[in-house]
């Protein structure tokens, strides 16, 4: 037997297991319902003329309740067959009319068959007749109206609560299926973004050290190595992120030579945290474009980690043009900045902070702040 056919004879299991515990459920509660009754006969009775043993009431109740038990099924089937709909009322009403003249009438012969009809005062059985089915009928017309109104009443309102929950199920499917759609797409952009960024500093380099440049392509094709081997991820640790921030950075200091000067101030602490996959490379890059670039003589960038109150906090700090960080938050920083918010958004709602403020002594300061541990889950974008 193949793998279909035994997913396909587990899933028979369950759907009879779900249908079992669905039947046993209704005949319990029908049971419970008919031994309330039959208490409530007993008490009854017994302050009257012809009292009963308490067994006798509660045998002859639930007897009776299990025939509301039976008759349970072809109202459930005719509820899912005429559903009721703002557009559709006229037919389920009309069939839902005859659903109870035939009740009725399975009612009465149910109990006649079964033998569970009996005079209520003497506890005698009735006999089998066109006549008593029909005094059964006839006293117990309103009873019946309320039992059949009720049952259908419960049976269109648990109907209703399983379209909600399979509505809101496909919903919030659909919704997580789009949220990591765009993070897909988000984190697709980035290799483009950073290829380009970094092909375009090599054909600089071209112009004045062609052996630099030759080696700057090995690098990268090493750095794209590792990007593509973890481009399934949508989690890394911080010691593989901080592992592929430093290759980049190794290969931009290839490029920008003693004008870029790197400090790493990590704690040990921080290193076995999740954090989004290739989520701190553009920070770096944008600190560097728009920082370091900028200044004829270069500057340096540091990049230091910290856990504060149950917080992951990255600090990229350069001492380039003040504001050239700040003045360009979003637009100016180009699809870096842009990215990294919007999957950070994606990931942990309102629950991240990514700030760039100008320093006092010169440059700029960006510090992001996440969770630590995984993320919380997809929610809306904040920031």
């Known amino acids: 037997m193949g793998p279909r056919a035994g997913a ?10 779900s249908s079992v515990r669905f039947v046993a459920a209704i005949l ?14 007993y008490l009854n009775q017994d302050a009257g ?51 109870f003249v035939a009740y009725c009438v399975l009612y009465a012969a149910i109990r006649l068959a079964t033998g569970s ?47 909600l929950r399979q509505r809101e199920r496909r919903e919030t499917e659909l919704q997580r299926q789009m949220a990591e759609y765009e993070l897909q797409v988000l984190k697709l952009q980035l290799h483009p973004h950073f290829l380009f960024n970094t092909l375009n500093g090599i054909s600089t380099l071209m112009a004045r050290d062609v052996a630099a440049a030759r080696e700057m392509l090995g690098r990268l094709s090493d750095l794209l190595r590792i990007a593509l081997s973890r481009s399934a991820d949508n989690e890394v640790s911080l010691r593989d992120e901080l592992e592929f921030v430093s290759a980049y950075l190794e290969l931009q200091r290839m490029r ?43 500057g340096w960038i540091e990049l230091a980690t910290a856990s504060e109150n149950g917080r992951l906090l990255v600090r990229i700090v350069n001492d380039g043009p003040q504001s050239a960080l700040a003045s360009h938050p979003i637009k100016g920083a180009g699809i870096g900045l842009d990215n990294t ?43």
């Open 341 to 383: 918010r919007a999957r950070l958004g994606q990931l942990y709602g309102d629950a991240f902070r990514l700030q760039i403020a100008d320093r006092p002594e010169g440059g700029a300061e960006l510090r992001l702040e996440i969770p630590l541990g995984r993320p919380p889950g997809v929610t809306g974008v904040g920031g």
């Open 49 to 99: 003329e012809h009292p009963i043993p308490i067994l006798t009431a509660v045998g002859t109740c639930v007897r009776r309740y299990l025939v509301y038990a039976l008759l349970t099924f072809p109202a459930l089937w005719l509820c899912r067959r005429f559903p009721f709909t703002a557009r559709r009322w006229a037919a389920p009403m009309l069939a839902h009319g005859i659903g």
């Open 117 to 163: 009809a009996a005079d209520m005062r003497t506890m005698e059985r009735l006999p089998v007749s066109v006549e008593t089915a029909w005094g059964l009928i006839r006293s117990n017309l309103f009873e019946q109206f309320w039992m059949y109104t009720s049952m259908v009443t419960a049976i269109l309102a648990i109907q209703y609560f399983q379209l």
């Open 8 to 17: 396909t004879n587990g899933v028979g299991r369950r759907d009879l297991r």
């Open 256 to 298: 920008f030579g003693e004008r870029l000067k790197v400090q790493m101030n990590i704690d040990p602490a921080t290193l076995d945290a999740q954090v989004p996959n290739m989520i701190i490379q553009p920070l770096v890059e944008n600190a560097i474009q728009y920082g370091i670039a900028q200044v004829r003589g270069g």
């Open 28 to 41: 319990l509660l029908w049971i419970l319902l008919g031994a309330f009754q039959g208490v409530q006969l």
